[in-house]
């Protein structure tokens, strides 16, 4: 169905930005939400943060206030703009698409090539 590319990767200094591209290849009108995750090297990949076919959104306590997830359904792309980056932000970043209940994120087993975000001096 609808696939996902990651972008926007890059490094940066500690307190700086960066703003993560999730580009569909078919409209995310009707998919019921999308996620974005992060792996750090030697952990899990955990959930960042999620937004709904609604507008609602998610965040984990770590990036709270750092961090905005937001969706283009005219360029069919969901971006995750981060802020005040730290290097424990140090990532592979990837998103993917899924269902969102009473507040939890449900993804699909569709994960992609993820995109590398470096905050380092």
């Known amino acids: 169905q609808v696939q996902l590319v990651e972008s926007g990767g890059g490094l940066v200094q500690p307190g700086g930005s960066l703003r993560l591209s999730c580009a569909a290849s078919?409209?995310?009108?009707?998919?019921?939400?999308v996620g974005w995750y992060r792996q750090a090297p030697g952990k899990q990949r955990v959930l960042v943060a999620h937004i709904t076919s609604g507008g609602s959104t998610n965040y984990a306590d770590s990036v709270k206030g750092r961090f905005t997830i937001s969706k283009d359904n005219v360029k069919n792309t969901v971006y995750l703009q981060m802020n005040g980056l730290k290097p424990e932000d140090t990532a592979v970043y990837y998103c993917?698409?899924?269902?969102?209940?009473?507040?939890?994120?449900?993804?699909?087993?569709?994960w992609g090539q993820g995109t590398q975000v470096t905050v380092s001096s």
């Open positions: 078919g409209s995310i009108s009707g998919i019921n939400a």
């Open positions: 993917n698409s899924g269902t969102s209940f009473v507040g939890h994120f449900y993804p699909r087993n569709n």
